[in-house]
Structures are given as structure tokens and as C-alpha cells.
């Protein structure tokens, strides 16, 4: 399956600035792993990018559920922080 099969066609550009020996390095790696160098390269970040937002989507959910109703996400002062303890509280 080629790439434009999966993620559609290639249409919009990035420009990158590194050393001839950073390219070598990531043009030979790209043929051991008999990739063409822009999936070698787009693959990993796109893995990345996709963990990064999906953390911040994450993140934002959490914060609008507790501002919905803060106080039913206040910690008792009188409970030491320990996440052990507190997953054995809430199992």
C-alpha cells in the first residue's frame, strides 16, 4: 500500500535546514529501512505530533470535567500525597 493510499496525496511543502552529514545519516537509514527519505522522516514526526495533540486534547478535557464541578476534585488535605494510597482509596 503506498502512502497516497493511506494519507492521500503528498501536497504541502516543509523545508528543513541540516548538516550533509545529517542528511547521509537519514538517507541511508531511509534505505536500510527501504523507505523513500520522506516517509522515513514524516512517519516518526507525525507519530509524534499525533501523541502530542492528542495529550493536550486530554489535558483540555480533564480541565473543562473539573471546571464543570471543582469541588469534586479537591484533595483532603489530611491525605498524604501518595498515588499509591490513592489508587487504593478509589479501587
Known amino acids: ?17 541540516l548538516t550533509e552529514d545529517g542528511l547521509a545519516l537519514l538517507r541511508q537509514a531511509a534505505r536500510l529501512r527501504e523507505q523513500d527519505l520522506t516517509s522515513f522522516v514524516l512517519g516518526p514526526a507525525l507519530d509524534a505530533a499525533r501523541e502530542v495533540v492528542r495529550r493536550d486534547q486530554q489535558a483540555r478535557l480533564q480541565m473543562a470535567t473539573i471546571a464543570r464541578d471543582p469541588l469534586r476534585y479537591v484533595r483532603d488535605p489530611r491525605l498524604p500525597e501518595d498515588p499509591g494510597l490513592a489508587a487504593l482509596v478509589l479501587a
Do not use: N, Q
Open 1 to 17: 500500500m503506498s502512502w497516497d493510499e493511506v494519507f492521500g496525496p503528498r501536497t504541502a511543502r516543509l523545508h528543513m535546514r
